[in-house]
């Protein structure tokens, strides 16, 4: 008799821990590969996914320092973009589809290496340290857009393209030859 009663909270303890109730009274279970959270008079509802080891992380790029920001230089004489290199300047630089910061990143310069090894924002048109590629990339200022510039996107590897970039990341050489 002391068996089967010790057997039977035993259970009860068991069966009352795999299932808690939240303030508003939901019952969550959790099981081995999911989270499913069960609705009073209503069926289950997938509250998130099973986490897996082996798929790739979201990439979450360094913060960038006002004090140290880097911008890039359009040279007016002859309508060049440049993203100088510089270690001791903080800058990520990126160039989107359409005037917009939602549109697709088409190219981005930055300072950081995990910013540009292996590409984490997959810009078709790449990720760099600076705009100094030689003839592979040949980047020419166009106009204004609102609060983007218009730059034309060419080079002996390239199909091109235009693409923008926020004003804040552009600073104007007014130097004339």
Not at 57 to 71: L, T
Not at 74 to 98: Q, T
Not at 105 to 130: A, H, Q, R, W
Request: aromatic share 10%; glycine share 6%; proline share 4%.
């Amino acid at each position: 008799m002391c068996k089967t009663k010790n057997l039977f909270i035993l259970t009860v303890s068991l069966l009352a821990s795999g299932c808690v109730r939240d303030s508003a009274g939901n019952a969550d279970h959790l099981h081995a590969d999911t989270l499913v959270k069960a609705k009073k008079d209503s069926g289950a509802v997938v509250a998130s996914e099973p986490q897996d080891s082996g798929k790739k992380q979201r990439y979450i790029p360094p913060e960038i320092s006002e004090e140290a920001m880097q911008r890039a230089l359009i040279r007016r004489r002859d309508s060049s973009f440049n993203v100088y290199s510089n270690i001791r300047a903080d800058y990520r630089i990126i160039g989107y589809e359409a005037p917009d910061t939602n549109a697709r990143k088409m190219i981005l310069f930055s300072v950081f290496t995990s910013d540009v090894e292996n590409n984490p924002f997959e810009c078709p048109y790449g990720s760099y340290y600076d705009s100094a590629q030689g003839d592979r990339l040949v980047l020419k200022y166009i106009g204004e857009h609102g609060s983007f510039i218009e730059v034309h996107i060419s080079g002996s590897q390239r199909k091109p393209a235009t693409v923008y970039f926020q004003k804040k990341w552009v600073e104007f050489d007014d130097e004339r030859d």
